[in-house]
């Protein structure tokens, strides 16, 4: 037997890179797609979910007979909660009252495609009788805690959300999409306890409420095509 030791040994295979022949022809293709604003009516979402394909029906138990605002265009309100605090009983303390809806929310959609920002604020009357004569003086309607939400697919950054005590009659600013934000539909939504929701509160002075009155207040919403500076 012969043992060859220390040999360096380099075995070449003759393999050829592959060629590929010159093509007989060639082209190019392009593909296009074009977009404009939205006019259409955005139904309400889930506001816990608005990924759900499916919103429950109604969307705020507490507010049944809502639809939503109807409100068609590329810049739109699609959805107020009315608040409701039930019937309570007098009291000769100052006492905070909790709403009883669980997920009151404000829906707004932006399919402008600018991506200028948007504001939605919102103005307060007090509450008063149904004729007028009667008003629930010194009452302090407060929002707290809102989140902004949308579909988990929307790539856009969220807008501001602002907790907002009605303390006067002034316009209070409730959401903020500075430019290049809030595109899509946002939900601004003060989740809390059902029957007893701690971010959606009306704090009543004493000495102000009569008996077997009902009072109501109006929020006045408003949505304008800029952000604040």
Do not use: C
């Not at 407060?142 to 009659?169: L, M, W, Y």
């Amino acid at each position: 037997m012969t043992v060859a030791a220390g040999l360096g040994l380099t075995i070449s295979f003759g393999v050829a890179p592959a060629a590929f022949a010159a093509p007989a022809s060639d082209a190019t293709s392009n593909n296009h797609i074009a977009f404009e604003a939205d006019e259409s009516i955005t139904t309400p979402v889930d506001p816990t979910d608005p990924d759900n394909p499916n919103p429950p029906d109604p969307v705020d138990p507490t507010d049944p007979e809502n639809p939503g605002t109807g409100n068609s265009g590329p810049l739109s309100i699609d959805y107020v909660s009315n608040i409701e605090f039930g019937t309570q009983k007098i009291s000769s303390n100052t006492v905070t009252y909790r709403a009883q809806n669980e997920n009151p929310f404000v829906q707004v959609t932006d399919n402008r495609g600018t991506g200028a920002g948007w504001t939605l604020t919102a103005k307060a009357s007090e509450f008063k009788s149904a004729d007028g004569t009667k008003i629930l003086k010194g009452a302090l309607l407060s929002f707290k805690n809102g989140q902004a939400k949308t579909q988990s697919a929307n790539i856009s950054a969220a807008p501001e959300t602002k907790d907002v005590a009605f303390n006067n009659t002034d316009a209070k600013v409730m959401m903020n999409a500075k430019k290049e934000t809030g595109r899509g539909t946002w939900v601004d939504v003060f989740s809390g306890t059902a029957g007893e929701n701690e971010n959606v509160t009306l704090q009543v002075l004493p000495g102000t409420a009569d008996a077997d009155v009902d009072y109501t207040a109006t929020i006045n919403w408003e949505l304008t095509d800029a952000p604040l500076s």
